[in-house]
């Protein structure tokens, strides 16, 4: 399995930035896809993810400026980041998770892409 993240960098605050990740090795469309972030010293935590069904739900510090979007054909799982703060520094995962009865069947996890917010 693999879960290839890129589009992180440096971008002034304000800015926007669009990270993609690129799966293989799952059956993509069965998966929850998500991203979620790690800022120094702090837990890591959800930014958003998107069911398989289409199902959208968002970290609280997001909702109105990131937007996850998914494509089953191509495999890949984006999240468009606008009104980028500097608080939005932190190293960002891709995530793939499959449930099913309520019971995790997989969870894989994308070795992150450093996103730095400066003001």
């Known amino acids: 399995v693999q879960l290839q993240a890129s589009g992180g960098g440096l971008v002034q605050a304000g800015r926007s930035l669009r990270l993609s990740c690129a799966a293989s090795?799952?059956?993509?469309?069965?998966?929850?896809m998500g991203w979620y972030r790690q800022a120094p010293g702090k837990q890591r935590e959800l930014v958003a993810h998107?069911?398989?069904?289409?199902?959208?739900n968002y970290g609280d510090s997001v909702k109105g400026r990131f937007t996850i979007s998914r494509d089953n054909a191509k495999k890949t799982v984006d999240l468009q980041m606008n009104s980028l703060k500097p608080e939005d520094t932190a190293v960002y995962y891709c995530n793939a998770k499959r449930v099913s009865m309520s019971t995790k069947i997989s969870d894989y996890w994308g070795q992150g892409t450093l996103v730095t917010v400066s003001s």
């Open positions: 090795g799952i059956i993509f469309s069965l998966n929850t």
């Open positions: 998107i069911t398989s069904g289409g199902s959208i």
